[in-house]
């Protein structure tokens, strides 16, 4: 089973639905559609594990302590000088003679994730049926900061915002700005 180090998380409006990109331990690159449906229950897990951890994740928001967190899922180096993985991508794409498009014409769909959850830690393994599996995992910081990007990600996309508790935006709200750009 393949660790993912770092991913990007992205809504494609041609699509309507995220594409999940991602480097490997291994040093390869993993694309993954995902549809609204497995985004819904992907986050039930991931929210009730953050509800039970809300009282924490205030307390982090009120000392700051959530600013601008670099990721273990992006190994905690995503400082000047480090590419951004949409970039990096589009640029082995171009090296190759493919273009971004062609890349994302590579993303295979999703139909299947499992989520383990731990007291400190949950772990997402993303279940592609043609390729090899992978791993996401991710401590309360960490797992925070992607589910801030996915909601921001899920009201870009207009999608119906029932399924988000409403202590997700006013734990999210101010640091919104800080979170954009360490974890994509």
């Not at 924490?56 to 670099?70: H, K, N, S, Y």
């Not at 390729?131 to 996401?136: D, G, I, N, T, Y």
């Not at 202590?167 to 700005?177: I, M």
């Amino acid at each position: 089973m393949l660790t993912l180090q770092r991913i990007t998380s992205e809504y494609v409006a041609t699509e309507d639905r995220f594409r999940l990109s991602g480097i490997t331990d291994k040093g390869g690159e993993v694309s993954y559609w995902v549809t609204q449906r497995l985004l819904l229950r992907l986050l039930d897990f991931l929210l009730d594990w953050l509800e039970t951890h809300r009282e924490e994740l205030e307390r982090q928001v009120a000392t700051d302590m959530l600013g601008p967190i670099v990721a273990k899922a992006v190994k905690r180096s995503a400082r000047a000088g480090e590419k951004d993985v949409r970039a990096e991508a589009g640029k082995k794409a171009s090296e190759a003679g493919a273009t971004p498009e062609d890349k994302a014409a590579t993303a295979e769909l999703l139909f299947e994730a499992d989520i383990r959850v731990a007291a400190t830690r949950i772990t997402v393994v993303f279940k592609p049926r043609n390729s090899e599996h992978s791993q996401l995992s991710l401590q309360l910081d960490e797992a925070w900061r992607w589910v801030a990007i996915l909601h921001t990600l899920w009201k870009r996309a207009e999608w119906n915002l029932s399924a988000w508790p409403d202590w997700v935006e006013e734990v999210k709200a101010p640091h919104l700005s800080k979170s954009v750009g360490y974890l994509h």
